[in-house]
Structure formats: structure tokens, C-alpha cells
């Protein structure tokens, strides 16, 4: 049984996730995200038809992602991205919530705006607390690129909840995700943050600068999220920790409520 949100998806081609990885992993790319009405998403999933497969795996097309975002008691990471710092990070475990798969993921700031993605499979439990073995990944992964350590101690911060479709032009070698159902929480805390429920955070994924589907996601009235960081949302959202103006545009349809299970 297809369990999805986006109907619309089942028009197109599939791909598996050995294929995508072999010809659209971008572990160095460019990103820009945008918000969009999920009323538009039939219509951009029909623009991109003709150049764009879905992922598909085990006959599902849409997936839970389930991320744990790791900071230091003073939020450094969350600080370091409102002030634009150059050499900023984020450190995270994800899990893959339908196919049970865990990895450990460093986003680190690369050359002229690019992100430069590091990840190691890694069991579950560690959404509990980052262990030696990744400590020392960590530790090598921003040595090299930043020549410095790490920021510590590291503790989970921010849990982030959606539902993720993944569409890959094999021959751009380009990726979009489209992300609904946006929930954050704080570990422990008493607020859990949610994005409004009729919006989609769409992401497109290119090595070369500003991917095609820019184009239709424009042509749609996508607003394009300059400084947008699901991460920095929910701690705004869940930690009640200053605003950020350059979130705003993105906070304005967004709610805080009691903690509960989102």
C-alpha cells in the first residue's frame, strides 16, 4: 500500500535509492528552499514530470523523517546561523522512520555558500547522546574543513518531524524535496512548535548553483526562503529563544502549543 500525501506523485516515474544516490547524492551542493502552498503541489509535480522521478522504496513515495539536532547549552550553532557566521554547522541524527535506517550527519558552510554534507550510519539510540565514535568523526570532519574542534559538550536540542517526498532529473543530476506536516520539539521541554499545516517546505538540490525547478517553483509563487534553517524555526519555536528577523516571513505561519505528541 503507497502511503503518501502527495496523490499527485503516483504520475510519475520512480527511482530507487541505490540509483538516486549514484547519480544525485550531492554530498556538495547548493540549496535554496521555498515556501509554497501545498494547493500548488499537483501543479508543480505536473511542471516537473517530464525531467523528475520520484523516490520510491518498497512501494511507499513518501517518508518519516524523524531528526535530533545536537547544540551546545548557549544554542552556539543556532546563534552562529542567525548572526550568518561563515564557518556554521549543524550537527544531527536522523532516522529514517519507515525503513527503521539511523545516520549521524554534519552540515558544515562550504565555498561560496555551498553546503558540504558528512554522514556515517549509526544506531538509533544515539538521538540519546552522541558516543565516542561519532565524537571522533565529528572532531575530524570540522578539523579539516574548519581547523578547529568541534563545539562541546554537544547534548540533543531539537527534535524536527515531517513527512519528506524526493524527486530527482537524473540528467541534471538535481534533487527537490517537498516537506509537510512540520513539527518541532524541544527534548524535555513544555512547547512544541508546527508550520501551518496548508504550507510545504520545498528544497531544491544542485552541485551547480540554482537547480531547473527554481524556475517552476517561481513561476508557481514560491517564496524563497533566503535564510531558512528548519533547525533554527524549531528552536525559535520550541526553545522560545529570541526572534529572528530574517525568520519571520517563515515564523508568521507558524504556532507554538503545550507539549504533547505532535
Known sequence: MRRHPLQDADGLSDIGLDELD????LRRRFDAKYLLSRHALP????RLGPTHRVLEIERLRSFEYRTTYFDTPELEAFRHHLQGRRRRLKVRVRHYVDSGRCSFELKLQGPRGSTVK???PCDPELRQGL???SLTALARWVGGAYGRPPPAPLGPTLEILYTRTTLVAPEARERVTVDVDLR???PGGDLYGR???ELAVVESKSARGLARAARQLHALGARRLETMSKYCLGVLLA??????NALLPVLRHCRTHPARRP
Open 131 to 133: 558516543r565516542a565514535e
Open 43 to 46: 501543479e508543480l509535480l505536473e
Open 184 to 186: 518541532m520539539r524541544r
Open 22 to 25: 549514484a547519480v544525485a547524492a
Open 195 to 197: 508550520l501551518d499545516g
Open 118 to 120: 558528512h554522514r556515517l
Open 239 to 244: 526553545h522560545g529563544a529570541a526572534r529572528g
